[in-house]
């Protein structure tokens, strides 16, 4: 692998193709793209009647995207995020015809793996980490200005790291002589910061995690996408998601909880449970890669998959 080539392996490829229950003439939705293995494996499984629409809000992911259009009519591509994904459905005539939606979400493997993209803290590049470099502002450009209250914030919430306030600290005092514009300089800087560390985990890992998770609204990004995804599915279509660390997990669980409850009405009230309009159905528990898939691919060991069907 070179530092400016990176393949991205789909995890629980398998378990997601059996969650989506394609039918070869279906309308599906990728909505993490990334680099099209999911999307792969969905149109092999697809007529020629069956559509498939990628979604990424990554310029490389929609480049790897558009390749993948020239060679196969069933498939689109379109650059966006997840709170834009109810008016791309709208602009293909979709709405209420989807059979199921892909929710992939997170980082690529190309992303960690390309320094230039500044997502990572074990290779050297400029303190980028925006899944599309083209918007909003750079982790570089937020470290320069922003409190110190909020740094500490955002790595104590975001990161689960529970040295935050000294962390935000030292990026404050640093900022105030030499400017952190590379993550090998943050990484060193946290790892300094830090007072003890945990067992085969690098210091910084938290806090690149919770910038990374801040810098691309990553948690309003993924509840947005699970409204507007249930809003576009097919009555009986199918929603998976994938999520990658416990603040992820915990939205989509309670996600998925509080639409299968339906109605939030007092106990109560005497009406029995599918009285309470329930949205979806849940299917079958949360899903983990299985031994077998962790010995080739060490980044699935904290994918989970988690999937419902939509009642209404
Ligand atoms: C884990 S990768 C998906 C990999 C893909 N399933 C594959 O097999 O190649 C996640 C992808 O979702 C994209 N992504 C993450 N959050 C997004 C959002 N809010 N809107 C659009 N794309 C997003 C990232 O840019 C990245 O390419």
Do not use: C
Not at 71 to 92: A, M
Not at 207 to 223: C, G, H, M, P, S
């Amino acid at each position: 692998m070179t530092e400016n080539h990176s393949e991205h392996l789909p995890v629980l490829l398998d378990e997601t193709l059996t969650a989506l229950v394609i039918e070869a003439d279906g309308f599906y939705l990728d909505g993490t793209f990334g680099r099209g293995g999911h999307s792969r494996a969905i149109l092999s499984q697809l007529s020629e009647q069956g559509r498939l629409v990628g979604l990424d809000r990554d310029p490389d992911a929609i480049a790897e995207g558009q390749k993948l259009a020239k060679q196969d009519p069933r498939f689109n591509i379109e650059q966006g995020e997840f709170s834009q994904l109810s008016t791309i459905v709208h602009e293909h005539l979709w709405q209420g015809k989807i059979n199921g939606i892909l929710l992939d979400i997170g980082v690529s493997s190309p992303q960690l793996d390309i320094a230039q993209r500044g997502f990572s803290f074990q290779k050297d590049g400029p303190l980028d980490m925006r899944m599309d470099p083209t918007s909003g502002i750079s982790a570089a450009e937020w470290l320069a200005t922003a409190d110190m209250a909020d740094i500490e914030v955002v790595i104590k919430t975001l990161g689960e790291e529970r040295y935050g306030k000294r962390i935000a600290r030292a990026i404050v005092e640093t900022r105030e002589h030499t400017p952190i514009t590379t993550t090998k300089q943050l990484a060193t800087l946290v790892d300094k910061a830090s007072p003890s560390r945990e067992r085969n985990k690098h210091p910084a890992t938290r806090t690149f995690q919770a910038i990374r998770i801040y810098i691309n609204n990553e948690l309003d990004e993924l509840k947005a996408g699970l409204e507007q995804a249930l809003d576009v599915l097919a009555v009986g279509g199918r929603l998976a998601v994938i999520s990658f660390h416990s603040l992820e997990d915990r939205i989509v669980k309670r996600f998925f909880r509080d639409q299968a409850k339906g109605d939030d009405l007092p106990a109560y009230f005497p009406i029995t449970a599918d009285q309470l309009n329930p949205r979806v159905k849940i299917i079958g528990k949360a899903i983990k890669a299985g031994e077998q898939e962790l010995a080739g691919n060490p980044r699935a060991r904290s994918a989970v998959l988690r999937i419902v069907e939509k009642l209404a």
